[in-house]
């Protein structure tokens, strides 16, 4: 390595550990999402599956607070950290598709200033952990092209069934190096080798605690998820939302040079055959998929995390690799220069907004109902109406809140969601307590009548709000209840098994 490549290796692991340390730092003080508290009651009982997703997510969490406690430190941990291992899978990746540590630095650092790494990696969700392994993918893929070796299937294998362990939309992963395979006339010749086949069995054998739990309940986390591919009636105003979104979620110099990127790679000039075809068939496959499931029904921005190392590679080929005509280059330079400063500024200003609300004046905007500003003030005014109820109990309607409850009143509550018990087939149902039980849920007058017919006695006993500074994000009515008429829990199966 010379001193020039040393001091460029350097100087990337020096930019991508600091983006680290500035999420940590947003992890301590930010609080949880409504999904990252329930994922979090997903960590205090692993199982090999849930009803929403693979259990990676809750591993990642438990294994924060082994480290660091119950704390949103400890909850996002390790979520944060495994942006070093992603960062180096997609440097080594670049570098084995395209030669030389100049395009890889450029890969590793464009993947951390896009919102979808810094934000995805902060706020523990599915998609954090399904990035990391998709980053292993392609690098494993990149050492079958780059090597001609077939124990990288091997690689491969592990890398894929991780994936699924995270989510199921790593199933894309297979029509993906399908297609590569028969793109790349050099790489057919492993669709009549074990190889590829004895990586999918590896795959599938690390997915196997999945399919095990999903055999015993009924396959319900698979009906669930794979349903979403059902089509009930087309609505195409959903596919107008795509391109915005991951406009933001890549920040948008990221996203120019990632779009570039993808046209550069169809030219001869930006590399080999099989270094092209594999960043393409992984990114327009997911594509593909996702802009026909938008035909039909909303598509969440996050759920395109896992081409994200691909499109950071093809970022980089358009900074580094690609030619371009003088005012094409201009724009080229320009986003690789500023596309740093503006992705650090806009997840500066994404959790200032999100923990303060000033950016918008205080008035509400897309955070506000899920992030749990103001619960670490209000979950002690919870507590003291039950202590001054003698209520045995907190129930809540919704499992968001359930979640922030179980979270943030004190260790040891009792705390349960009254309906919706199949999303907590995790953990055994609570044997409540003879006594009272008090009753959390926003003002709703249709609530009050219901609980009246389950309960001989319903009392309101509080309303307190939920606030981000002088702005109310919700008002919570705390009913004592006493005296059930019939189960406190509704034990209806899951809307997917009734049907």
């Not at 849930?50 to 082994?66: E, S």
Request: overall charge positive.
């Amino acid at each position: 390595m010379t001193t020039g490549d040393a001091r460029l290796v350097r100087g990337t692991a020096q930019i991508i550990v600091g983006l680290v340390l500035l999420r940590l730092a947003a992890a301590a003080f930010t609080p949880l999402t409504f999904d990252e508290a329930y994922y979090w009651t997903w960590s205090k009982a692993l199982v090999g599956g849930y009803y929403d997703h693979p259990p990676m997510v809750a591993w990642v969490i438990r294994a924060g607070t082994l480290i660091a406690g119950d704390t949103e430190f400890g909850v996002r941990l390790v979520s944060v950290l495994l942006a070093l291992p992603m960062s180096w899978a997609v440097y080594r990746a670049a570098e084995l598709l395209f030669g030389g540590r100049r395009v890889a630095a450029t890969a590793a650092i464009l993947l951390n200033v896009t919102m979808i790494v810094a934000a995805g990696t902060l706020i523990v969700t599915p998609d954090a952990p399904l990035m990391v392994a998709s980053s292993f993918v392609l690098l494993a893929l990149a050492k079958v092209a780059a090597s001609g070796r077939g124990v990288w299937w091997l690689g491969v294998g592990v890398a894929v069934g991780l994936a699924l362990l995270s989510k199921y939309t790593a199933l894309l992963f297979g029509p993906a190096i399908l297609i590569w395979l028969i793109a790349v006339p050099r790489l057919r010749r492993w669709l009549l080798s074990p190889w590829p086949y004895l990586g999918g069995i590896l795959a599938f054998a690390v997915f196997a605690p999945v399919i095990l739990w999903n055999a015993e309940h009924e396959w319900v986390s698979f009906i669930k998820q794979l349903g979403r591919a059902r089509i009930a009636t087309f609505q195409l105003s959903y596919i107008a939302e795509l391109i915005p979104t991951q406009f933001a979620f890549a920040t948008p110099l990221v996203f120019v040079l990632g779009v570039m990127g993808l046209y550069a790679l169809t030219r001869r000039d930006t590399g080999a055959l099989a270094a092209r075809a594999l960043i393409q068939s992984i990114i327009w496959t997911i594509v593909t998929y996702f802009a026909w499931h938008s035909l039909h029904a909303r598509v969440e921005a996050n759920w395109f995390s896992p081409i994200y190392p691909a499109f950071a590679i093809a970022g980089a080929v358009a900074a580094d690799r690609a030619q371009w005509r003088a005012r094409q280059q201009r724009m080229v330079r320009f986003s690789l220069r500023w596309a740093g400063p503006v992705g650090v500024l806009m997840f500066v200003a994404l959790i200032a907004q999100a923990n303060t609300g000033w950016l918008s004046g205080y008035r509400r905007d897309a955070t506000v109902r899920s992030v749990g500003v103001g619960w670490r003030a209000l979950a002690p005014e919870i507590e003291a109406v039950r202590r001054r109820t003698d209520a045995v109990c907190v129930l809540a309607s919704d499992y968001g809140t359930t979640s922030w409850l179980m979270f943030y009143l004190p260790k040891g509550s009792c705390v349960a969601q009254r309906g919706e018990r199949y999303r907590w087939n995790f953990m055994p149902q609570p044997v409540l307590p003879a006594g009272k039980l008090l009753y959390v849920d926003e003002t709703k007058p249709e609530v009050e009548a219901e609980l009246r017919a389950a309960f001989a006695t319903v009392q309101n006993v509080a309303q307190l709000q939920r606030k981000r500074g002088p702005l109310v994000i919700e008002t919570l009515d705390l009913t004592l209840l006493d005296g059930a008429k019939a189960a406190v829990f509704d034990t209806t199966p899951a809307p997917e098994l009734a049907r």
